[in-house]
Nanobody
Framework: QVQLVESGGGLVQAGASLRLSCAASGRTFINYYMAWFRQAPGKEREFVARITWAIGNTYYADSVKGRFTISRDNAKNTVYLQMNSLKPEDTGVYYC????????????????WGQGTQVTVSS
């Protein structure tokens, strides 16, 4: 059974940085696509970033490109989201997602989800 557990959220001021972690267990993830999504209050969940576990190819939403970095640590089975220059519009619950199929930017492409971690950016 795949389990994804996020951590690292919190309350920060605009311009600050946070690093989110997603600890993955239950499978060998070498062929998986891993992604971060976020959901702001009253809005739909949206794609943030994606990484291929095997070779580390990354892809970002335009809204976070240049500010966020997704990475993975094979030894720790953990995916990270480094978030710099945070803005109030980055506020939301951040979810880690995984799939063994080719994963893109749509929620429907991902089979496994974590419980989410709250990120709040004050102005």
């Amino acid at each position: 059974q795949v389990q994804l557990v996020e951590s690292g959220g919190g309350l920060v001021q605009a311009g600050a940085s946070l690093r989110l972690s997603c600890a993955a267990s239950g499978r060998t993830f070498i062929n998986y696509y891993m992604a971060w999504f976020r959901q702001a209050p009253g809005k739909e969940r949206e794609f943030v970033a994606r990484i291929t576990w095997a070779i580390g190819n990354t892809y970002y939403a335009d809204s976070v490109k240049g500010r966020f970095t997704i990475s993975r640590d094979n030894a720790k089975n953990t995916v990270y989201l480094q978030m710099n220059s945070l803005k109030p519009e980055d506020t939301g619950v951040y979810y880690c997602a995984a799939t063994a199929r080719p994963g893109g930017t749509r929620m429907s492409e991902y089979d496994y989800w974590g419980q989410g971690t709250q990120v709040t950016v004050s102005s």
